[in-house]
Structures are given as C-alpha cells and as structure tokens.
C-alpha cells in the first residue's frame, strides 16, 4: 500500500453538471477525512468518517455535496449542479486507529467548473 | 473551536535554522499540536506534532511554550527543498474537525 491515492486527478466541467471524487484510503486507517482548498488558502474541513459512519460535516458544507464511505474502505464526494465556486482541489486524508495525529494526504483531485 | 495564528511568509537562507511560530492561545489542555506542510501541487505532508513537551523527530524539532499558548516549528539547518507552506493546526469541536489555517510560506534561499 503505497498511501492515500484520490481518483480523478484533475476534473474539468460545465456549471450545473454532477462531479464525483474518490479516495482510496491506507488500508488500515479508519479515519478519512475530506478537505477543499482554493488558491493561497489552506485546507478547509468539510466531512470526517470513522468507519462508514460520517460524524462530522462542516456548517460551510452545502446540499449540493455529499460525500459516502460504504463499508468503511473507499470514500466519494460528490457535487450535484456545480457552481464556479466550486473550483478547488479537494484532498482526502486518513488517520490510523492509534491516532498518532498523523494525517495522510491524497494529492488531491482538482476541479474546474467553467 | 482553537484558533492558530501565524506569520504569512518568512524567509531563511539555506544551512541556516528556521523558526516558524504559531499562537494558539485558546488551546485546551488535550490539545495536540500538530505541524504539516505543503509543497506546491501536493497535499500536505506531516511534520510533527506534540502535546506539552518538546518534541525531535529526523524532519524537525517542537518547541512547545510552557503556557502552551504558543509554539515554534525549528527547521535545523533548511533547505531549498524545505521551501513550502508550513501549517500550524489544533483539533477543533471534538477533535474530529482538524482544522488548518492560513499557514506560513516559507522561501529558502540559496
């Protein structure tokens, strides 16, 4: 297992059609979490996983985006009917059951709406 | 939710020591802080992190204020690779929102 691997890497589309991301975490790590970041900002929390449970989701999250970690492997965040606004790169990241603060980052998936 | 603060950009020379700082004066008492830092077109990266006492590890040292309300990143001798957005970052709510700030860009020079 070579870390966290995120899927597209790079994504352009139109206003108002539907993205999906996902993240395949480190194997053991049952912690995931999903960050936005636009340019010269750092990463801005939106949804954490323990497991397949979704605990927390950040008040800035919108309805258009949701995110699933089915059977506590894999994670998707989608975005339906996306807006300019959505431009960014959106990371995932792991944390191990221990909990030594260490978070692993994906490289990212970055998006582009025109 | 803590709050960390930190300069926007520093510089260092390269072979010198770097000390990046970070305020975070309203860290509770089981507060970790944590260090990232961020290349470009990368996703963050670990650095270090460490509770109350001072902490080393092979990338950099944790300089961890008494009062905890402050700490400092020590790059011991940077270099230009070491040229990145440094993070300073506290759990916030109940630990499960691990939050980022601004960060420092830091620019090493040759």
């Known amino acids: 297992d070579t870390g966290v691997s995120q899927d597209p890497r790079h994504k352009i589309t139109k206003r108002g059609q539907n993205v999906t991301f996902r993240c395949d975490p480190i194997s053991e790590h049952n912690r995931l979490y999903w960050y936005r970041q636009t340019l010269g900002q750092g990463p801005e929390f939106l949804t954490y996983?323990?497991?397949?449970?979704?605990?927390?989701k950040s008040r800035l999250l919108s309805d258009r985006f949701s995110a699933e970690r089915p059977k506590g492997s894999f994670s998707t965040l989608e975005i339906q009917r996306t807006e300019q606004g959505d431009s960014a790169m959106y990371l995932c990241?792991?944390?191990?059951?221990?909990?030594?603060?260490?978070?692993?980052f994906g490289e990212g998936s970055r998006l582009t709406v025109l | 939710d803590a709050k960390t603060t930190q300069p926007n950009s520093m510089e260092s020379n390269e072979e010198e020591p770097v000390h990046l700082p970070c305020n975070h004066s309203t860290i509770s008492g089981t507060d970790y802080i944590h260090w990232y830092r961020q290349l470009p077109s990368q996703g963050p990266e670990y650095v270090i992190h460490g509770l109350t006492s001072n902490v080393n590890n092979r990338m950099a040292s944790l300089a961890i204020a008494e009062d905890r309300k402050s700490s400092t990143l020590i790059l011991h001798r940077a270099t230009l690779r070491d040229a990145a957005v440094y993070y300073c970052m506290l759990p916030s709510g109940s630990a499960r929102q691990l939050t980022f700030g601004s960060g420092t860009q830091l620019t090493v020079l040759p």
């Open positions: 990241a792991s944390l191990n059951r221990e909990n030594t603060g260490e978070l692993f």
């Open positions: 996983f323990q497991n397949e449970a979704q605990l927390e």
